[in-house]
């Protein structure tokens, strides 16, 4: 025998060689789990499921690993991990390769094996589900827990119907049939039953088996053509049931050792279909009668000596069958107390006799078996689809009953009783009469409905006779009773004027219900149930009696009627002794059994007619109530007819009312929209003039503001110029002072200031743009510069200054007045930036103001669109000139780098002319800037510093007209300079002669 351990792998082989049966037992291949974690453990398979073909089996494993086992194809493939137990398989779908798996948390899933995807989420149990069984189309599905069943539609994966069962009866199984449309269900209580898939009606329920065989069916098989049913239990018998005859054919006693039969199935045969496979067992008892003579009622074993063919086995492996037959020769008393649920009607009374009640857990089968319900399903709902009855309609009004649930049940049997018979509808006291019965059966309406039926047929015999008047021949028949057997208490009644109405007919009606506790109730109709239905009118006689002793101290009426109206201190179980005593010895001729029927059980598949009562009054009654509906439906059409014309002639006035009041407030606000128009035209002629004047004041502000902006700047450029004078003073004559002590360390600081050169230059750079203190800042910072590039100069220039103090004058006032020019043009666009800047905020303050009015003056918005319009053209104008003066002053900046260049080349040029001067003084000095044209075209100029063969037309075309403008800017800068020297030149020669004046 191969062993295969599937461990960690999701897929690979069954076996590994051919595999051979063992000689034994026949295993194939033993499949086994095993984990390889740090501990491991073996992993059991729960469940089993084989697929129609009976090639592909799938197994799942208590930690939701579920594998399928291909046996053709000798391959296992793990298709799906569900964290959690399966609990039942089924594989046998109508879509081969899907499988349903009920698992842990009580939902069912469909999966695909090849995809391996959820394909289906099924809920609806609240236990666990142990049972699948797939219709053979594979259509349908029905899923078994403990306390439901459930059918599905697998095409749509939506629930059909539920199968609801009371608490105390659990299901064992619920299955289909093999090859037919019959659904199996199995419960706790060995019942059996057989319904139809399609409508879901009871087809036939099995008799219940032998009570010499006391076992319980936990397992079922049938065999595939649907025949036959084995089923067994905790016991070493086997019972088979013949489905077709609906009985017990065989019973297989088992080897002693076997204690409990676990799983059954039949072996598959070929030609048969598995129909004759109970395997021949070894038999110590075979005797087979007639076909024609087995019968499912009053069975009798008998077993006789034999033997057949066997093969050699121990003793103890030995199976013994017993047969079934029936006992023709039974009496007609036995057949008499025979139930159909194979209880003995004379077993239990002596039973119930003998404990004074039957077991609470059998009570509600035995009530069934005694009353004989048939469980006509197909009438009951025939009955309830009428709906309910006009009777019970407004039923809560006059019976508040806090439960919705026992409310709707109680309408629903009321309802249908009044569907069966047309004199419950006009039963006053039928509520009280089936509520007790409702309130205990309120899970099983159609046991319900049956019970109360059974009630008023059997135990109600002749009370609609002098309807609906009480029933004046049953309470007669109490009274004799009760005359008879105490005359002393039926004395009492009548000298207080007490009538059988008030002292037997409350009870009647009530059923004992509002006298007897549950418990109570429930013994006693235990009593009347298993005895003759003038059972009933004794218990009536019987309660009296034994409560003689309150009612013969009572002398009121009032007295009378609360005590039959409410629960007194009686033992029932002397109650119920009183009855039997009264059934013995009370006289034929007034014993109310002589003037009843014996039971009489409801008929199968249809109800009986119930008309015991005079129809006449009932139809009189029946036309008198239809009149009077009637008249009352014409008196309240009418009366509708009236408030209709009444409510329309109301709401007319109302109407007109409101139209006269809608148009006296529409007149009103119109008046009030003219005053408030009225109102706002004065309103926007005084905010026009409001907003005039204050755009004249904001005109005189801002010429206001311009001037002392003009003043300030002024002010401010001749304050600079002023300081920067007296800063060149200062400096001309620290320079004469320090001159000496310069010349050691001024290669160390030519360095220096050049460092300094560049930082000043990127800080010039970055406050162009802030405010007025950045811009002062940049002023000061400028004139270090200035005073840095002096330093620099001085250097490069201090043998011009050896040569003459007059020159360097000269030079030093040019370059300020270039200087001081530049700083000009750069205030002035400060200045002209700030006025466009204020022209943009009152361009904006001007375009919110006309929106504000264009809010309030719809009318003029054309107007005002162009206004804005013309406001708009005119900021872009002005954004134009912006950039145009933006240009000028890139142009002007420009303009300076020339002159600073232009300024180096002069310097150049003059210290050569000073060198050569000194070295040749009789040289007669040559006149400069005569040909202007000749010297500016010796300036360096940006346009030559580039490429031009890289650039496109356009921005050569740009770039030669930006330097035209820079030479003709290059030179008039020469002109300036050249005056300035002129002037410098004279400065110099004045400062000489009145230094020569003072030094003699």
Known sequence: MQSTDLGNKESGKIWHRKPSPATRDGIIVNIIHNTSDYHPKVLRFLNVAFDGTGDCLIAGDHQGNIYVFDLYGNRFNLVQRTAQACTALAFNLRRKSEFLVALADYSIKCFDTVTKELVSWMRGHESSVFSISVHASGKYAITTSSDTAQLWDLDTFQRKRKLNI????????????????????????????????????CKYQLPAPPESSSILYKVFAVTRDGRILAAGGKSNHLHLWCLEARQLFRIIQMPTKVRAIRHLEFLPDSFDAGSNQPPPPLVKVIEDLPKNKLSSSDLKRKVTSGRVQQPAKSRESKIQTRILKQDLTGDFESKKNELPDGLNKKRLQILLKGYGEYPTKYRMFIWRSLLQLPENHTAFSTLIDKGTHVAFLNLQKKYPIKSRKLLRVLQRTLSALAHWSVIFSDTPYLPLLAFPFVKLFQNNQLICFEVIATLIINWCQHWFEYFPNPPINILSMIENVLAFHDTELLQHFIDHDITSQLYAWPLLETVFSEVLTREEWLKLFDNIFSNHPSFLLMTVVAYNMCSRVPLLNCNLKDDFEFFFHHRNNLDINVVIRQVYHLMETTPTDIHPDSMLNVFVALTKGQYPVFNQYPKFIVDYQTQERERIRNDELDYLRERQTVEDMQAKVDQQRVEDEAWYQKQELLRKAEETRREMLLQEEEKMIQQRQRLAAVKRELKVKEMHLQDAARRRFLKLQQDQQEMELRRLDDEIGRKVYMRDREIAATARELEMRQLELESQKRLYEKNLTENQEAVAKEMRADADAYRQKV???EHMFHKLI??????????????????????????????????LHKQKCDDLQRNKCYQEVAKLLRENRRKEIEIINAMVEEEAKKWKEAEGKEFCLRSAKKASALSDASRKWFLKQEINAAVEHAENPCHKEEPRFQNEQEDSSCLPRTSQLNDSSEMDPSTQISLNRRAVEWDTTGQNLIKKVRNLRQRLAAQARHRCQTAHLLAA
């Open 166 to 201: 009371r608490q105390s009866v659990g299901i064992q199984k619920v299955f289909f049939l093999p090859l037919s449309n019959t659904i199996l269900s199995c419960f706790k209580d060995n019942s059996i039953f057989a319904w139809e898939c399609d409508t879901l009606f």
């Open 791 to 793: 330093d620099l100069e």
């Open 802 to 835: 050896e040569a003459g103090e007059t020159q360097s004058q000269k030079t030093q006032k040019v370059i300020k007045e270039n200087l001081a020019k530049a700083e000009q043009a750069c205030l002035n666009t400060d200045w002209q930036i700030q006025s």
